[in-house]
Nanobody
């Protein structure tokens, strides 16, 4: 089994910062792509940022220049530093990991989600 533990969500005022973390544990041979998604009420889940095993990153246009995704391969952890937060960033944030397990198969694993609320 693979378990994902998310942390770092909370309530902040506009302009503030939060740092999300997602740590994977369990039957993991390697981790390919790591990403963060978010879902606001009444909206579809959308990609916020992703980072490849080689360190290449992609960001949603709405968060470029404000969010930074990073990974710590030794700890099987992906982080999302969120600065200059806006009310429209309010959503449940989910980490998503593409994990290669010991059976040789790659699986997609989702975290349980962490609430980020930005007040004006």
């Amino acid at each position: 089994q693979v378990q994902l533990v998310e942390s770092g969500g909370g309530l902040v005022q506009a302009g503030g910062s939060l740092r999300l973390s997602c740590a994977a544990s369990g039957s993991i041979a390697s981790i390919n792509t790591m990403g963060w998604y978010r879902q606001a009420p009444g909206k579809q889940r959308e990609l916020v940022a992703s980072i490849s095993s080689g360190g290449s990153t992609d960001y949603a246009e709405s968060v470029k220049g404000r969010f930074t995704i990073s990974r710590d391969n030794a700890k099987n952890t992906v982080n999302l530093q969120m600065n200059s937060l806006k009310p429209e960033d309010t959503a449940v944030y989910y980490c998503r990991l593409r994990v290669r397990q010991y059976d040789g198969i790659q699986y997609i694993h989702w975290g349980q989600g962490t609430q980020v609320t930005v007040s004006s």
